[in-house]
């Protein structure tokens, strides 16, 4: 069978991480079998999955942050933001400092949508790790970054 604990022990590392970005994926033929894929597969414990591979999942999503295709950067930003808000926060906070950097240099990216997806991430981030942010990123720092991410913050 294929849900035995060992298939998920082996294969979820490498199939989670991939099967979430798809799920926010801008083409919509990719975006819409991903979602019906993911609730197929996880039903309501996706969540938990992806916290008990979080270490994979935010490798990457970093990694895509960096990506060629700009479609792929602003779908790992939205990822990035699910991480804040949806999975178990002691499972995600190690990771928040490596995520918030990767999240400032998709600030600088010559894609808007990527920018928009980074701001909104990153305000995700203020309001579910405000003590972490608050001394990993004030808003002096982010305003010498880009000047207008100041919003996010103040509307966090």
Not at 50 to 71: G, I, M, P, R, Y
Not at 106 to 121: I, M, N, T
């Amino acid at each position: 069978m294929l849900a035995t604990t060992d298939y998920r022990s082996k294969f979820y590392p490498l199939l989670v991480p991939r099967m979430v970005l798809n799920r926010y994926y801008v083409a919509e033929g990719v975006r819409l079998y991903s979602q019906e894929t993911w609730k197929l597969v996880m039903g309501s414990e996706g969540t938990t999955t992806v916290a008990t591979v979080v270490d994979k999942v935010v490798e990457f999503f970093l990694s895509q942050c960096d990506a060629d295709n700009h479609a792929v950067r602003e779908a790992a930003c939205h990822c990035i933001a699910e991480l804040a808000n949806k999975v178990d926060a002691t499972a995600v906070a190690p990771f928040v400092p490596q995520l918030l950097a990767a999240l400032i240099v998709c600030f600088k990216d010559e894609s808007w949508p990527v920018r928009d997806a980074a701001c909104l991430a990153t305000g995700k981030f203020v309001q579910a790790f405000p003590e972490v942010c608050a001394t990993w990123v004030g808003p002096d720092s982010c305003e010498q970054v880009v000047p207008l991410t100041r919003v996010c913050f103040v509307r966090g």
